[in-house]
């Protein structure tokens, strides 16, 4: 099945600043990457994602990136704000008959300091 | 309007009780889903449901029961858990399954789930 690893599994970064988070995926029948942010007590909120066949997406200060040969793909968020503080998990999704699963990174907790 | 609702926001049970989680979404969306998410952990997929009929089990213990009555509601029905059940149960929804171009997953806020 599809393994997918998520780093760093913590971040710190000031506000203003950027911030990076990687993922890599196993299964290359894999072909759509969402990127998630979980507040406390909430469930994941979709908050940018990005097919297999772009290589790159933006929505504001967020983009994604995809490289399909390497198998990984990032989240990029600039002008880091307080309220971006929270867990961001990738995940690959991949069909299976008639269904699709999604398969999550283990997460990693953003704090955005002042 | 991307709104998946689940009720109740909290529940605790002994481990005999019969309890059911409830999830609804009005979006026309033709799938639905369960996962289980324990502590500082990411979700796990339960079930899935494609078109009211249910497509994926994740080997999930049969204390465990989903259904889906329509296509706008998902029941989980739940039978003699164990503390090691207590988890943060969340419904998703999406449009398509599989063969469609528009599945992206949207997650209701989840069911705090405790097995004393």
């Known amino acids: 099945g599809e393994n997918v690893e998520q780093h760093p599994s913590t971040l710190s970064v000031q506000e203003g600043d950027s911030a990076v988070i990687k993922c890599t995926y196993s299964?290359?029948?894999?072909?759509?990457f969402p990127w998630y942010k979980q507040e406390l007590g909430k469930g994941p909120q979709l908050i940018i994602d990005?097919?297999?066949?772009?290589g790159e997406k933006k929505d504001q200060r967020i983009a994604v990136t995809l490289n399909k040969t390497a198998k990984h793909f990032s989240l990029h968020i600039t002008e880091t704000q307080p309220e971006d503080s929270a867990v961001y998990f990738c995940?690959?999704?991949?069909?299976?008959?008639?269904?699709?699963?999604?398969?999550f990174g283990t997460g990693t907790r953003l704090q955005v300091t002042l | 309007d991307t709104e998946v609702t689940q009720t109740p926001k909290h529940l605790v049970m002994g481990m005999t009780n019969k309890k059911s989680l409830k999830c609804e979404q009005h979006?026309?969306?033709?799938?639905m889903y369960w996962y289980k998410q324990k502590a500082k952990k990411p979700p796990e997929l339960m079930f899935v449901?494609?078109?009211?009929?249910?497509?994926i089990n994740e080997s999930v213990p049969s204390r465990f029961s989903p259904e889906c009555p329509n296509s706008s509601l998902l029941n989980l029905h739940l039978h003699a858990l164990q503390p090691e059940d207590s988890a943060l149960y969340l419904c998703?929804?999406?449009?398509?399954?599989?063969?469609?171009?528009?599945?992206?997953?949207?997650f209701g806020p989840g069911t705090r789930l405790t097995v004393t």
């Open positions: 998703a929804s999406s449009h398509d399954v599989g063969g469609g171009l528009r599945y992206e997953q949207y």
């Open positions: 299964d290359s029948a894999s072909n759509y």
């Open positions: 990005i097919r297999s066949n772009v």
């Open positions: 995940a690959a999704m991949r069909r299976t008959g008639t269904a699709s699963k999604l398969t």
């Open positions: 979006m026309g969306h033709r799938a």
């Open positions: 449901y494609s078109y009211e009929k249910l497509s």
